[in-house]
């Protein structure tokens, strides 16, 4: 810039420019932060996301004029009004669900129903979103992990949502094993298990191995829930 008035009064508006800019930049990287730390500490504390925290079974009972979302709903009903027992033989045992199918259907909505009304039935619930899990496990916070993985193997009740889906294309072994740990502690505790997911019980078994699709099986009824995506039931 010259050194005339006109210059100079054009490198102050270029240097204003600037600095706006990079003000800008650092302020959206902060939000950006926090909310990445929000997220964590959130996942962390294995709580049920706001948006979910008031869904009632009630609420998605509106959807079921879609006859592909009446099962589903029914059979998530119905656990609710067994507070999750089922009979095995002359036995009494706990069984969860695994809602299966694409994106937008409701699943999380429906699992969280579910989860909230056990909670009001006195049982201890923790929600963990499987992408986040596996985001702390690779980011290096595998402490935060292990201690995550005390309260999800022993709660009364665990929803693990989005089994299966993450950044990463397949799990890590360490991811794969961790998994499948939590899933054979609350299978052998008899603690019930709710699991949305966008896999295919084939699928599952390939990300996961085929023992801890097994197990899966065993802790869970597998339902499918279709139909359209629920805002265009709105």
């Keep these: 810039f010259c050194g005339c008035p006109k210059g100079q009064a054009i490198k102050g508006l270029y240097t204003k420019r600037v600095a706006d800019h990079l003000r800008f930049v650092q302020e959206t990287q902060a939000k950006a932060e926090a909310n990445r730390q929000k997220r964590l ?9 706001d948006r979910y925290a008031a869904a009632t079974l009630l609420d998605f ?16 009903s119905t656990l609710v009004k067994n507070g999750g027992w089922i009979m095995n033989g002359y036995n ?24 909230n009304a ?17 985001h702390l496990a690779q980011a ?9 993985l005390a309260v999800l193997r022993s709660v009364d009740v665990l929803l693990l ?9 397949e ?4 991811i794969a094993d961790v998994v499948k740990d939590m899933i054979g502690v609350r299978y052998n505790d008899n603690r019930l298990t709710l699991i949305t997911t966008n896999l295919e019980p084939a699928q599952i078994a390939k990300k996961f191995g085929e023992d801890t699709f097994q197990r899966i099986g065993e802790l869970t009824k597998m339902i499918r829930l279709g139909g359209k995506v629920i805002r265009d039931l709105r």
């Design 41 to 49: 500490e959130h996942t962390v504390s294995c709580k049920i996301p």
């Design 140 to 148: 290096g916070y595998k402490d935060r992990v292990h201690d995550m």
């Design 61 to 76: 009972a509106r959807y079921t004029t879609d006859p592909e979302k009446k099962p589903a709903y029914e059979s998530a």
């Design 92 to 115: 009494m045992r706990k069984y969860g669900l695994t809602i299966i199918g694409a994106f937008g259907t409701g699943k999380t909505f429906l699992a969280s129903a579910t989860y």
């Design 161 to 169: 949502d989005d089994l299966g889906r993450s950044e990463y294309e």
């Design 118 to 134: 056990l909670i009001k039935l006195g049982q201890s619930c923790a929600w963990v979103g499987y992408p986040e899990f596996v």
């Design 171 to 174: 799990p890590t072994s360490y």
